[in-house]
């Protein structure tokens, strides 16, 4: 793979020698790009971590395991899959360590670990997309993406409890 990456570099300066190029002042000009779309980015990001730092210890989903426990062990359904759900708008990252723990508890072949698959890629980081997609062209009015982007989780959600409880999913 380091090899692969020196052919690169390699191959850009013969093609930047080759065409008369500046190495060094394109170089600088490239990160000065980089710099302003840096700081263009930069503060969207920070709120979104914040955020989701925030929702992860304020304890929340214990709050909603506590709420919803009675009624997915009268559904036969884990609670991480619940969580995973509601965590997967937020952070595809913590979505994916549920989605592990899933695997890890049931095995990747269970109904479960079918359905967590599902909510993982059925479902996307919603707050990530809008954060990062529309904080990168500074536009302002992004409420009806934010709200088909919920409601396209929660489908998703819904989607494989009906697949599972119709027994469509076994």
């Known amino acids: 793979m380091n090899s692969f990456i020196l052919i690169i570099l390699l191959w850009s300066f013969l093609e930047c ?3 008369h190029v500046s190495v060094y002042e394109t170089f600088i000009e490239g990160v000065k ?5 840096l700081l ?3 503060p969207p990001l920070m709120f979104l971590t914040l955020i989701v730092s925030l929702f992860q210890s ?4 214990t709050l ?3 709420l919803f426990k009675e009624l997915l062990n009268i559904l036969h359904i884990p609670v991480d899959l619940l969580v995973m759900a509601v965590i997967r708008p937020l952070s595809g990252q913590g979505a994916m360590v549920l989605l592990k723990r899933i695997y890890e508890c049931y095995g990747i072949d269970h109904v479960y670990s079918l359905l967590a698959s599902i909510v993982q890629t059925g479902s996307d980081t919603t707050l990530y997309v809008v954060t990062l997609y529309f904080g990168s062209i500074k536009e302002k009015n992004y409420r009806y993406s934010l709200v088909l982007g919920f409601f396209l989780d929660f489908l998703a959600f819904s989607m494989i409890i009906c697949f599972y ?5 076994s």
Do not use: A, K, S
């Open 17 to 19: 020698c080759f065409h």
């Open 33 to 37: 790009e980089g710099c302003q779309y």
């Open 40 to 42: 263009t980015l930069f």
């Open 58 to 61: 304020c304890g929340i989903t």
């Open 64 to 66: 909603l395991i506590d």
């Open 165 to 169: 409880h119709f027994g469509m999913i």
